[in-house]
């Protein structure tokens, strides 16, 4: 079955330790994202990716970095300069050229820095 | 700068009853998209429904379908013949201008579907 990955579900880490979430595809899509959601809030952009090797910032890309070695996979480390990493993300990805340029979500990490 | 409004953060409903859920935008672009995603308390995105600027007829998508008024900025989301399964977040996003497909989204609202 297609579809996103990623993994782990749930994710536990101590104050000043980075941490990579990953991000797996394989629908075949160019574009990929990860997105940061808060309790009781929408989505928030980090970064994205429109083909391999490139990428771009999204609204809060503080404090967050990304690579796109592989076509299926787009990990994201919180590193220890985000100042507020728990939260839930999540990771999409879409056909850059779709008329409907749906985005397709994987099931979400939540990840807990203490 | 483009902005989704969701005013609503919580509807109940009655199983079996229509529901819609309000949204609007703002943009300067001529050409977005929209689209509607539910979010169930496991917390993946599904989608549900897309709209484009330019087409002329409400998006359908079997019970769900897409109240469009281009010129009130709104792009509301109807519900028919409410499930105790449909309970959960609904979030309205809309498509960036500028080619790379980006996506913002509202604060959502929560939906209780009681029996």
């Known amino acids: 079955d297609g579809g996103i990955t990623q993994s782990p579900k749930y994710l536990f880490r101590k104050e000043g330790q980075n941490v990579t979430l990953s991000c797996e595809q394989n629908?075949?899509?160019?574009?990929m994202y990860w997105y940061r959601q808060d309790p009781g809030q929408g989505l928030r952009l980090i970064y994205y990716?429109?083909?391999?090797?490139?990428?771009q910032k999204g609204d809060i890309a503080e404090g967050y970095s990304v690579s796109r070695e592989k076509k299926e996979s787009f990990p994201l480390t919180v590193t220890s300069a985000q100042k507020n990493p728990t939260a839930f993300y999540l990771c999409?990805?879409?056909?850059?050229?779709?008329?409907?340029?749906?985005?397709?979500f994987g099931p979400g990490t939540r990840l807990t820095v203490t | 700068a483009q902005k989704i409004t969701q005013t609503q953060p919580g509807m109940f409903v009655q199983e079996k009853e229509a529901v819609t859920l309000d949204c609007t935008y703002d943009?300067?672009?001529?050409?977005?998209?929209l689209f509607w995603y539910k979010q169930p308390s496991s917390g993946e995105m599904i989608f549900l429904i897309y709209?484009?600027?330019?087409?002329?007829q409400n998006a359908t998508e079997g019970r769900y379908s897409l109240n469009f008024q281009k010129a009130r900025k709104s792009a509301n989301l109807v519900i028919s013949a409410s499930q105790l399964g449909d309970s959960a977040m609904y979030f309205c996003?809309?498509?960036?201008?500028?080619?790379?497909?980006?996506?913002?989204f509202g604060a959502g609202t929560r939906l209780a579907v009681h029996p």
């Open positions: 999409a990805s879409s056909e850059a050229h779709s008329s409907s340029y749906e985005q397709y």
């Open positions: 629908l075949n899509h160019d574009a």
């Open positions: 990716s429109q083909i391999v090797n490139d990428f």
């Open positions: 943009t300067s672009d001529p050409s977005y998209g």
């Open positions: 709209q484009g600027s330019y087409d002329q």
């Open positions: 996003a809309m498509r960036e201008s500028g080619g790379y497909n980006k996506l913002i």
